[in-house]
């Protein structure tokens, strides 16, 4: 056989191009490291299921809108306590959310609120199409009560497992237990492929119309003809071959972010009025992408989530508040909510610590020797 002659191949500094494409996909080229990227994720998560390499989570979420049949003007219940690319692709859909308030157990999607959002869209004459659930800094939602209630009132289920790859509930890996998952291989996340996200599919099927969709709807012509809208969210084939490789530090930097969350449980473990957040139960397995904690002003002599902060900010060291709630974004005020006052609670009052796998024994002694400080004083 020839060698094939590419109309562009990338070329690099030796003039060689980096990988030869693979035939996974009558719509597009797609490179052999994306190809060998998505198998390795799927052998990882250790499921029937399919995936598909897209260069966002965020992209990853729009897909699965698609796939759950959401249009214009359809319900869509999702997590207020999530960043907000969570909550974006309904709105690219022109759909409407319908936000859902925490539990204290997991700080994610509270099953009661969930049902009563539910109850109360119905009411109203608009049955929800779809729910996004955010496995929030790598921890698992009560997944039996709110996939049970999912199932049970025939709404496709997606889990926004962003923060989450290597987290688990009831031994089953996150983003497979939904009818869609999604996963980010974002700069700040556990692996990285310097931006880049996976869709998990039930089938060959859904899997082709998302790498439809995602390389600009082009149907296999020997010209460029579209059948549809679609949207440029492929992964890059470079990036899906730096995620090859830091795959190989996965299991390396979970143990790493594992002993991260033990120290600040011994740090803390004297300290009133702090809580480390950890696992409900032995269901629940985080892959503690972020350590994190809750302050109660009551019980620490006053201080407060922002006098750590700060502090920590002069020791230069970085922490950061929880996210801030979708329904008292700017953006989202005006969208219903459901809900008690948990996400307000964990706002105010939460705190993400320094989590890094490259974290040293030097820098858990600063910031040891800092928290030190700001309780001593």
Same mark, same amino acid.
């Given at each position: 056989?020839?060698?094939?002659? #590419?109309?562009?191949? +990338?070329?690099?500094? @030796? /003039?060689?191009?980096?990988?030869?494409? $693979?035939?996974? &996909?009558?719509?597009?080229?797609?490179?052999?490291?994306? @190809?060998?990227?998505?198998?390795?994720?799927?052998?990882?998560?250790?499921?029937?299921? /399919?995936?598909?390499?897209?260069?966002?989570?965020?992209?990853?979420?729009?897909?699965?809108?698609?796939?759950?049949? =959401?249009?214009?003007?359809?319900?869509?219940?999702?997590?207020?306590?999530?960043?907000?690319?969570?909550?974006?692709?309904?709105?690219?859909?022109?759909?409407?959310? =319908?936000?859902?308030?925490?539990?204290?157990?997991?700080? &994610?999607?509270? +099953? %009661?609120?969930?049902?009563?959002? #539910?109850?109360?869209?119905?009411?109203?004459?608009?049955?929800?199409?779809?729910?996004?659930?955010?496995?929030?800094?790598?921890?698992?939602?009560?997944?039996?009560?709110?996939?049970?209630?999912?199932?049970?009132?025939?709404?496709?289920?997606?889990?926004?497992?962003? %923060?989450?790859?290597?987290?688990?509930?009831?031994?089953?890996?996150?983003?497979?237990?939904?009818? #869609?998952?999604?996963?980010?291989?974002?700069?700040?996340?556990?692996?990285?492929?310097?931006?880049?996200?996976?869709?998990?599919?039930?089938?060959?099927?859904?899997?082709?119309?998302?790498?439809?969709?995602?390389?600009?709807?082009?149907?296999?012509?020997?010209?460029?003809?579209?059948?549809?809208?679609?949207?440029? #969210?492929?992964?890059?084939?470079?990036?899906?071959?730096?995620? =090859?490789?830091?795959?190989?530090?996965?299991?390396?930097?979970?143990?790493?972010?594992?002993?991260?969350?033990?120290?600040?449980?011994?740090?803390?473990?004297?300290?009133?009025?702090?809580?480390?957040?950890?696992?409900?139960? @032995?269901?629940?397995?985080? &892959?503690?992408?972020?350590?994190?904690?809750?302050?109660?002003? $009551?019980?620490?002599?006053?201080?407060?989530?922002? @006098?750590?902060?700060?502090?920590?900010?002069?020791?230069?060291?970085?922490?950061?508040?929880?996210?801030?709630?979708?329904?008292?974004?700017?953006?989202?005020?005006?969208?219903?909510?459901?809900?008690?006052?948990?996400?307000?609670?964990?706002?105010?009052?939460?705190?993400?610590?320094?989590?890094?796998? &490259?974290?040293?024994?030097?820098?858990?002694?600063?910031?040891?020797?800092?928290?030190?400080?700001?309780?001593?004083?």
């Amino acid at each position: 056989m020839k060698k094939h002659i #590419y109309l562009s191949p +990338p070329i690099y500094g @030796d /003039q060689t191009v980096l990988s030869t494409p $693979s035939s996974i &996909n009558v719509y597009d080229d797609i490179y052999k490291d994306i @190809d060998d990227f998505e198998k390795i994720v799927k052998g990882y998560l250790n499921t029937d299921k /399919q995936v598909v390499a897209l260069n966002s989570g965020t992209s990853a979420i729009h897909m699965a809108l698609i796939l759950a049949g =959401v249009v214009e003007d359809d319900i869509v219940l999702c997590q207020s306590m999530t960043f907000v690319a969570c909550a974006n692709p309904i709105l690219y859909q022109r759909a409407k959310p =319908v936000f859902v308030g925490s539990e204290e157990r997991t700080w &994610n999607m509270c +099953p %009661e609120a969930l049902e009563l959002a #539910y109850l109360e869209c119905v009411k109203k004459g608009k049955t929800p199409k779809a729910i996004i659930v955010t496995s929030l800094y790598g921890m698992s939602s009560d997944m039996d009560a709110i996939g049970s209630f999912a199932r049970k009132n025939s709404i496709k289920l997606i889990e926004d497992s962003a %923060e989450a790859l290597g987290a688990a509930h009831r031994n089953k890996k996150l983003s497979t237990i939904g009818d #869609y998952g999604i996963l980010s291989f974002n700069l700040n996340k556990i692996i990285t492929t310097a931006g880049g996200g996976i869709l998990v599919v039930n089938s060959i099927e859904e899997k082709q119309k998302v790498l439809h969709l995602a390389t600009q709807a082009k149907t296999n012509l020997p010209y460029y003809h579209h059948d549809t809208l679609g949207y440029n #969210y492929r992964l890059g084939h470079i990036n899906a071959a730096l995620g =090859v490789i830091q795959f190989k530090e996965l299991e390396n930097n979970l143990k790493k972010r594992k002993a991260n969350h033990k120290f600040y449980e011994e740090l803390f473990k004297h300290i009133s009025g702090i809580y480390v957040h950890k696992e409900p139960d @032995d269901h629940f397995i985080s &892959n503690h992408w972020l350590s994190a904690i809750l302050v109660d002003p $009551s019980k620490t002599g006053g201080i407060t989530r922002e @006098d750590i902060r700060l502090s920590l900010k002069k020791d230069n060291i970085e922490s950061r508040p929880l996210w801030k709630p979708m329904h008292i974004q700017p953006l989202y005020k005006d969208y219903p909510y459901y809900g008690n006052k948990v996400c307000e609670t964990l706002f105010e009052n939460g705190l993400c610590l320094p989590s890094g796998s &490259n974290l040293t024994d030097e820098d858990r002694q600063r910031i040891t020797t800092s928290i030190h400080t700001i309780f001593n004083k």
